[in-house]
């Protein structure tokens, strides 16, 4: 079944220290994103790929990067956790289509707490 | 100002009625539109898909665009508790173009 793959779900980790986020979709969609959400909160975008080695920043800042070595994968890197990166993160991912736009199709999100 | 506006609610009804929700938009190029449901903890899935003006109707949804007033709604027929959940309205210019989401409404359902 295709879908979008989010791991972990949880993460609690200690101020400092690195952590990946990883995405992973089975739909051969060559768009991918991240949005940073807080409870409660609208969406923001914080990073975006259009394919392979393409990657771009959105519309909030973020500390964190990102990588896209193969189009199924899509890993979100903080180098250094701090209290003010807890949130939860959403990978969404869509086709690329020239004659229409069905949206995105998310995953369920990582809830990251840093203590 | 926000390129799309939707009131946060929280939206509450008894079960059985029907929900109304709105989202306005300053961008007039705008010509794909979409409603997304996300519960708690989860991430959003598509309700709703529509293109340019019109009405789209699909079981107990119904999703209206009115491109002149720049402005789009969906409505929840006979609500039930399961659909409590933040409503959130998203749109774009192009084939392809990125979304803009709205900021979302809560809407409660109460048995």
């Known amino acids: 079944e295709a879908d979008i793959y989010q791991t972990p779900r949880y993460l609690v980790i200690g101020t400092g220290k690195k952590i990946t986020l990883e995405c992973s979709q089975t739909?051969?969609?060559?768009?991918m994103y991240w949005y940073q959400q807080d409870p409660g909160m609208e969406l923001h975008l914080i990073h975006y790929?259009?394919?392979?080695?393409?990657?771009e920043k959105g519309d909030l800042s973020s500390e964190s990067t990102v990588s896209r070595i193969r189009t199924e994968h899509f890993p979100l890197t903080l180098e250094s956790a701090r209290p003010s990166h807890t949130s939860q993160y959403l990978c969404?991912?869509?086709?690329?289509?020239?004659?229409?736009?069905?949206?995105?199709?998310f995953g369920s999100g990582t809830r990251l707490t840093v203590v | 100002q926000k390129e799309v506006e939707q009131d946060p609610g929280p939206l509450s009804v008894p079960e059985g009625a029907i929900v109304s929700l709105n989202c306005t938009y300053s961008?007039?190029?705008?010509?794909?539109f979409m409603w997304y449901r996300q519960y708690s903890r989860k991430g959003p899935e598509l309700l709703m898909y529509?293109?340019?003006?019109g009405n789209k109707e699909d079981g107990r949804f119904t999703a209206q665009v009115d491109k002149s007033s720049k402005y789009i709604s969906l409505f929840i027929r006979d609500s039930q508790p399961s659909d409590s959940a933040t409503y959130l309205c998203?749109?774009?210019?192009?084939?392809?173009?990125?979304?803009?989401f709205g900021g979302g409404t809560r809407v409660l359902v109460k048995p």
């Open positions: 969404a991912s869509s086709p690329q289509n020239y004659q229409t736009n069905y949206g995105y199709t």
């Open positions: 998203a749109m774009s210019q192009w084939a392809g173009n990125k979304l803009t």
């Open positions: 739909m051969g969609h060559d768009k």
């Open positions: 961008n007039s190029a705008f010509q794909y």
């Open positions: 529509t293109y340019s003006s």
């Open positions: 790929s259009y394919g392979v080695n393409s990657t």
